[in-house]
């Protein structure tokens, strides 16, 4: 059974940081792995996206603020989110593709159950 565990949302004041973590189980290999959020109202947007040989892709929003990284052996991807504002505020969704390239969220694979993260003071 194949199962994307998010963990690590939570309150923070503007400007602090948290850290995401999504380890997946009962999956052997994931070319890309990715965060998504959703704030009320608004669709799903991509966050950060990171292929299995660290090629990384960011939304314009979080570029300088937020760092993806993973660990293959692990199977665990991790969202280093700096200088917090309350836009940010949103459910994280950690997702993955197990081979290709996806352009739409549509195109992954499989999807946690979200972690909320609420920047406010």
């Known amino acids: 059974q194949v199962q994307l565990v998010e963990s690590g949302g939570g309150l923070v004041q503007p400007g602090g940081s948290l850290s995401l973590s999504c380890a997946a189980s009962?999956?052997?290999?994931?070319?890309?792995m990715g965060w998504y959020r959703q704030a009320p109202g608004k669709e799903r947007e991509l966050v950060a996206r990171?292929?299995?040989?660290?090629?990384?892709n960011y939304a314009d929003s979080v570029k300088g603020r937020f760092t993806i990284s993973r660990d293959n052996a692990k199977n665990t991807v991790y969202l280093q989110m700096n200088s917090l504002k309350p836009e940010d505020t949103a459910v994280y969704y950690c997702?993955?593709?197990?081979?290709?390239?996806?352009?739409?969220?549509?195109?992954?694979?499989?999807w946690g159950q979200g972690t909320q993260v609420t920047v406010s003071s």
């Open positions: 997702a993955a593709v197990l081979a290709g390239n996806p352009r739409v969220s549509s195109e992954y694979d499989y």
């Open positions: 009962g999956i052997r290999s994931i070319n890309l």
């Open positions: 990171i292929t299995n040989v660290g090629t990384t």
